[in-house]
Nanobody
C-alpha cells in the first residue's frame, strides 16, 4: 500500500500563486489532483503520466495550473497561478499503483491522500 501525503496548502489572495506537493511512499504510475469545495462533489483537476510526457487538465484550470512530477522523489506538484476564490477547496492527490496503466483521462485511481486545504480570499 502506497501512502500519499499532500503539503503546501494555505491561504492566498485572489490573483496569487500557490504550489501544493504530494509525496508518495513508494513507486506509482499515473498521478493526479482532485479538489472538493464545501457542499460540492469532488472534481478532477489535473493528471500526469508516469513519464510526465502526458498531462490532462480540467477546463476550469487549464492555462492557470500546471502539474509536474519528480520521479526521483516520488513527488507530484500542482503549481496554481492566477488563483480565484472559486478555487477554494480541499485538494487531494491520487495515484495509480506502479506498473498499472490507465488512460490519462480516467477518473479511477488506486491510492488517495488525505487532502490539503487551499483558500483563496477575494
Amino acid at each position: 500500500q502506497v501512502q500519499l501525503v499532500e503539503s503546501g496548502g494555505g491561504l492566498v489572495q485572489a490573483g496569487g500563486s500557490l504550489r501544493v506537493s504530494c509525496a508518495a511512499s513508494g513507486l506509482t504510475s499515473r498521478m493526479g489532483w482532485f479538489r472538493q469545495a464545501p457542499g460540492k462533489e469532488r472534481e478532477f483537476v489535473a493528471a500526469i503520466s508516469r513519464s510526465g510526457s502526458s498531462t490532462n487538465y480540467a477546463a476550469s484550470v487549464k492555462g492557470r495550473f500546471t502539474i509536474s512530477r519528480d520521479n526521483a522523489k516520488n513527488t507530484v506538484y500542482l503549481q496554481m497561478n492566477s488563483l480565484k476564490p472559486e478555487d477554494t477547496a480541499v485538494y487531494y492527490c491520487a495515484a495509480d499503483r506502479d506498473g498499472y496503466y490507465r488512460a490519462i483521462g480516467s477518473l479511477g485511481y488506486d491510492y488517495w491522500g488525505q487532502g490539503t486545504q487551499v483558500t483563496v480570499s477575494s
